[in-house]
């Protein structure tokens, strides 16, 4: 019974959230449907378990993208993203485990990785790590990522910058959006970000249900929210968890 109750409870709570963020018709809907229950961790459980044997031999001062892998394994399988060629974008690399885990998933895949390697504002506080952590960071990276040099681009800086000097559109087939979490930098990644995704590619946002400003409006949701609601009719909503993936269905130029 008090399991029951606290499943409600966080049910209750993140459905607070998205009223609070604004989530368009189509996310209320997936939120309440089998999507945001389909969760094939079973099915993945050996894959899962030979990551986190091959993680060991990473440099790494924490982990906040293995509790993913499930949900990325069945996306991977069902779009068939290991026999194709694939042009990928990652905007927040961190220490690469990501990074590494899509290259090595996805044979055929060339990835561009774009952070300052500075950490954000959860992370320059220390609340989620220390200074001498933070240090570190990009040495880990590329220590982590020297066995892919051959098909990782590196690009240190902003993603504001990045998008300035580079203006490629439907140019990506996967992009992975985990940079800056504050809803004024999100908004730009999203639109950015969907502008560079071909027709039929996909795209996974990080933290959806992620709190750290006090203002509900602050945080990652709120812009994804923003975004997908401007973009309605564009996309099809494919996960709802504590990430989002959606794959891109329509250009605005291809209307």
């Known amino acids: 019974m008090i399991k029951i109750l606290k ?22 809907y997936c939120f309440f449907s089998k999507i945001k229950h389909r969760r094939p961790h079973s099915k993945y459980q050996q894959q899962l378990r030979d990551f986190e044997k ?25 779009y068939g993203l290991r026999s194709i060629d694939i042009k ?57 990522m020297s066995k892919f040099s051959s098909r990782l681009t590196k690009y240190k800086g902003t993603s504001f910058s990045f998008f300035s000097k ?26 950015k970000c969907f502008e560079m995704l071909k027709v039929g590619g996909i795209m996974v946002f990080d933290d959806y249900f992620w709190k750290y400003y006090q203002r509900a409006i602050d945080n990652p949701a709120a812009a994804i929210n923003l975004f997908l609601s401007a973009k309605l009719g564009h996309y099809k909503i494919i996960r709802l968890n504590y990430q989002i993936i959606i794959i891109k269905t329509k250009d605005r130029y291809s209307q």
């Not at 559109?169 to 730009?188: L, M, Q």
Request: contains cysteine; hydrophobic residues 40%; proline residues 2%.
């Open 54 to 78: 091959t993680k060991l031999n990473l440099k790494l001062s924490n982990d906040w993208f293995s509790q993913n892998i499930p949900n990325w394994l069945s996306v991977i399988d069902e």
């Open 166 to 191: 580079n203006n490629l559109r439907c140019h990506y087939d996967f992009i992975y959006v985990d940079g800056s979490h504050h809803i004024d930098d999100v908004i730009i990644d999203a639109l």
């Open 7 to 28: 499943k409600f409870y966080s049910l209750f709570s993140q459905f607070v959230y998205l009223a609070q963020t604004y989530a368009p018709i189509n996310v209320l």
């Open 88 to 144: 990928a974008l990652e905007i927040g690399s961190w220490e690469g485990l990501s990074s590494f885990f899509i290259l090595s998933e996805m044979p055929n895949a060339e990835l561009t990785c774009v952070d300052t390697w500075e950490g954000a504002d959860e992370h320059k506080d220390g609340s989620t790590v220390s200074n001498k952590v933070l240090s570190q960071i990009e040495q880990n990276f590329d220590n982590n």
